[in-house]
């Protein structure tokens, strides 16, 4: 059946894109409003990780009246961290990928927004970023539900053992990355934002429905040599 990856709104679509008649940039706006009803927080600045999670942090402020600012600054000639082939290479693109506003974020309670966390590996070296350049408290906020099954169609997921909310629960992931607060975005609040039709998407990564037979354990690369 046809299925659309749901991931294309949340994440790997170009912001000004039209998806299905949609605006993804007011998708994600959509998704971030949705997620600062479901989990406010008591905060001074709201911040996107750049350049995915600005749209979605741009919604959770208009939502929350909490003012929107920029604490981070992207290094423009670094590629998607989380599509690297190892956890190494990962950390080391964050440390190169990003340089802080410090004065924006000294003694600051700051609501750190991201479209995903995939592996935990990058949202944990982006929080110390934060913590060095001062900020008080990080309450960070995700704009999708817990990726919790891997991807077979292409997407760099390749096994649940890499996906640390299959491993870890909410609080778990919350200590392992540093944060003060964790809040996902829920299947229902997802639906929601998207105002997708019922049929037409896949969204197996987070609920375990895949739009054909297979197995978790067979790997993404099965496919992939076919």
Sequence with gaps: R????????????RPDSLLGGQSIHRVRRN??????REHPADADMV???PDSATPH???FAAASGIPFGEGLIKNRYIGRTFIQPDDRLRRRGVALKYNTLSELLRGKRIVLVDDSIVRGTTSGPIVNLLRQAGAAEI????????LMHPCFMGVDMATRKELIAANKSVDEISAHIGVDSL??????????AIDRPL?????AC?????PLDLDEDVGKFALEES
């Design 47 to 49: 911040m996107g990780v």
């Design 139 to 146: 309450h960070m906020r995700v704009a999708s539900p817990p």
């Design 199 to 203: 049929q037409g998407h896949c969204e």
């Design 57 to 59: 942090a741009i919604g």
């Design 2 to 13: 046809k299925a659309l990856c749901i991931f294309e709104f949340i994440y790997f679509a």
């Design 206 to 210: 987070f609920s375990g429905d895949y």
């Design 31 to 36: 998704l971030g409003e949705q997620l600062a």
């Design 183 to 192: 809040g996902y975005l829920s299947v229902e609040g997802m639906e929601t």
